[in-house]
């Protein structure tokens, strides 16, 4: 079974640029998660769907976007970069039953320059 | 809202050694459900164990097992037999309500000496 993707693995943007990133759950995970781990922040919450709707948002501004394929495979955009969103952003899937095993992609380390 | 505190930074144990990583968190819920994940340096997550408030057993997954408080809000990881491969970053994470949502700690840098 393969796991949770990631891509692109790596990216370096200049500030003002906006980026996508995709994840692509297990396959049947129909709940997928981003979360931003930055080394003074941790790991926070950005946003959860599921299947199709955004099921809970975290506190961050409304630059940070993200939306859900009817496959389940996840985008999440940022627009207008500033340099503080460098950060590893993580995708998670989970099954349909909830707080069980979230299964975690390798990441996708943002660097805005 | 919920919160996760992890006090300690940084732990090293000896191989085949015990360590006691700690945990606090807060939450009003009471159906809520408690994590262990590890992020070793290769940077994906996973689980190492998982435990339901219901329950007042403590969860055991091989030299893995829990001290969950509930009163005290604590919920502290036993390492058992320390492995190289046990070195890692650990993060305790609370989940509740109608979502996966999960708030970690600032995480633990376990650190196993040979």
């Known amino acids: 079974k393969a796991g949770v993707t990631q891509t692109p693995r790596y990216l370096i943007k200049t500030r003002g640029q906006q980026v996508t990133l995709s994840c692509s759950p297990i396959s049947g995970h129909r709940s997928v998660s981003w979360y931003q781990q930055t080394p003074g922040q941790g790991l926070q919450f950005l946003f959860e769907y599921f299947s199709e709707t955004q099921r809970n948002k975290g506190n961050f501004p409304g630059r940070f976007s993200g939306r859900q394929f009817s496959n389940s495979r996840s985008e999440m955009n940022v627009s207008t970069l500033e340099l503080g969103d460098s950060a590893l952003y993580l995708c998670?899937?989970?099954?349909?039953?909830?707080?069980?095993?979230?299964?975690f992609g390798q990441g996708t380390r943002l660097t805005v320059v | 809202a919920q919160t996760v505190t992890q006090s300690q930074p940084e732990m090293s144990v000896q191989e085949a050694e015990t360590v006691t990583l700690s945990c606090t968190y807060d939450t009003s819920e009471s159906d809520y459900y408690l994590f262990w994940y590890k992020q070793p340096p290769s940077r994906q997550m996973i689980l190492v164990i998982r435990q339901e408030a219901y329950k007042q057993q403590n969860a055991t997954e091989n030299r893995f097992s829990v001290n969950f408080q509930k009163a005290a809000k604590s919920f502290s990881l036993k390492i058992s037999d320390s492995q190289l491969g046990d070195a890692a970053m650990y993060f305790c994470a609370c989940s509740q309500g109608g979502s996966e949502k999960l708030v970690f700690g600032k995480g633990t840098k376990l650190t196993v000496n040979p």
């Open positions: 998670a899937s989970s099954g349909d039953s909830l707080h069980t095993e979230a299964f």
